[in-house]
């Protein structure tokens, strides 16, 4: 038998440049034409292929190697003295690979990830194989959608979504975790409680949001000073006596006004493969509040149809039944958008996570006075901080700007009268 030895061809301007791949390993057979490594340089991933077919003998590189023309890539057995030479197959192994296809069509039809035989060769392009490994997929396993199985960079993207679904679906998320060398206890007194059930509810809904949605915060601030002034006026027609309606009463007409206008934030993404997006022509506020036993979000419904004080009056009462544990379930669900506040707490900014399936949040720190430059001159005004965070697959960095910019109109200078009515 006659061995030969591969060696890299004339590739032009490179010269000591990085194997960034081996597709090949010992006792693979190749055949001419089958790209053996992958080289990058500064400038572009060009695949070696093989100038011969035949087994692989043994391997001269691996990766992270500097190769130039002229260096030995693999030693092989050339297949034509191989010709004929046939080795006969077990029972056992030939079931083997009836079962080893069979499995891989099921894999196929129940839409599971198809994790391939390492030693079938995956076709890509460079630059998808750049993406995957920037991603740290293993290219190998990526099932090809164009002809022969290639594979394309929309395949890396549905390879890693589907993992990302399958590991939330079998709750192996919160299994990757890293193991304590030292129980807490060796290191004083511990106590050892129960989570709350409404918490260990609302976590698998946050480590989906958090998972599935590529979130960005937009900060800013609204001038709500002749809001504030104007809420302080208002009093019962009946009594005289002041009412006492919190900011957040106003804040909610006020973004009712803004989702008519911009209402891709009105909407949901329930499969983005499918190029699909539900808008909803109804306007459920929900409302993140904070009780004995962890944070619900119950939904104030047709917001945009009612009045200020409605809207006050309906805010304690699903708030309270909140805290008593007696709101139904389905008010939790069928939102346009949520708001959470701190205001009542304090702090500013910070970074809300949206409540799947919507596709932002507003988060409202609390409300402090800072002295503003308008015209000229530093003026006292009453500043509400304001952390919009949104869901960047369907919402741009301008369209949240504009949309906070909105926002900010509506609960500014004379307009608190209007939202009012």
């Given at each position: 038998m006659s061995k030969k030895d591969i060696k890299v061809p004339n590739i032009g301007e490179f010269k000591d440049v990085e194997v960034i791949e081996v597709l090949i390993k010992e006792g693979q057979k190749i055949k001419k034409n089958d790209p053996l490594i992958t080289i990058e340089s500064d400038k572009s991933s060009v695949e070696i292929p093989s100038s011969e077919e035949g087994t692989v003998i043994s391997l001269n590189i691996k990766i992270?190697?500097?190769?130039?023309?002229?260096?030995k890539i693999i030693e092989i057995e050339s297949e034509k003295e191989l010709k004929g030479i046939e080795v006969a197959e077990s029972p056992k192994n030939q079931l083997s690979k009836k079962v080893d296809k069979k499995e891989i069509r099921e894999n196929k039809e129940t839409g599971d990830i198809l994790i391939k035989d390492a030693s079938i060769k995956t076709s890509a392009s460079p630059k998808v194989r750049k993406f995957a490994r920037e991603l740290g997929i293993?290219?190998?396993?990526?099932?090809?959608?164009?002809?022969?199985?290639?594979?394309?960079?929309?395949d890396v993207k549905l390879f890693v979504a589907k993992k990302s679904n399958k590991t939330f679906k079998n709750q192996n998320i919160t299994d990757q975790k890293i193991e304590q060398e030292y129980s807490h206890s060796e290191f004083g007194e511990v106590e050892i409680k129960d989570i709350p059930r409404v918490k260990k509810l609302s976590s698998k809904y946050l480590m989906n949001s958090w998972s599935k949605i590529p979130h960005v915060t937009n900060h800013d601030e609204a001038d709500i000073t002749e809001l504030e002034e104007f809420r302080a006026s208002l009093t019962d027609i009946y009594t005289g006596e002041k009412k006492k309606i919190t900011p957040l009463a106003f804040i909610v007409k006020a973004l009712t006004v803004s989702l008519k206008k911009f209402p891709n934030f009105n909407s949901s993404i329930d499969e983005i493969e499918n190029g699909k997006m539900t808008v909803k022509k109804y306007f459920h506020v929900g409302i993140a509040v904070d009780t004995p036993h962890?944070?619900?979000?119950?939904?104030?419904?047709?917001a945009d149809n009612k009045n200020i004080s409605l809207i006050s009056a309906e805010l304690k009462k699903i708030s309270?039944?909140?805290?008593?544990?007696?709101?139904?379930?389905?008010?939790?669900f069928g939102g346009s958008m949520t708001i959470t506040s701190l205001g009542s707490i304090g702090g500013s900014f910070f970074t809300p996570i949206i409540n799947y399936p919507e596709v932002a949040i507003l988060g409202v720190g609390k409300a402090e006075k800072k002295q503003v430059f308008i015209d000229g001159k530093f003026v006292t005004r009453t500043m509400l901080p304001l952390s919009l965070s949104y869901d960047h697959r369907i919402i741009d960095g301008a369209e949240a700007a504009r949309f906070n910019n909105e926002l900010k109109e509506n609960l500014g200078k004379n307009f608190a009268y209007k939202l009012a009515v």
């Open positions: 992270g190697d500097k190769v130039s023309e002229g260096d293993d290219i190998n396993k990526v099932s090809g959608s164009e002809r022969q199985g290639r594979v394309t960079e929309s962890g944070l619900m979000v119950p939904k104030l419904r047709n309270q039944q909140c805290r008593d544990l007696k709101i139904d379930k389905k008010e939790l």
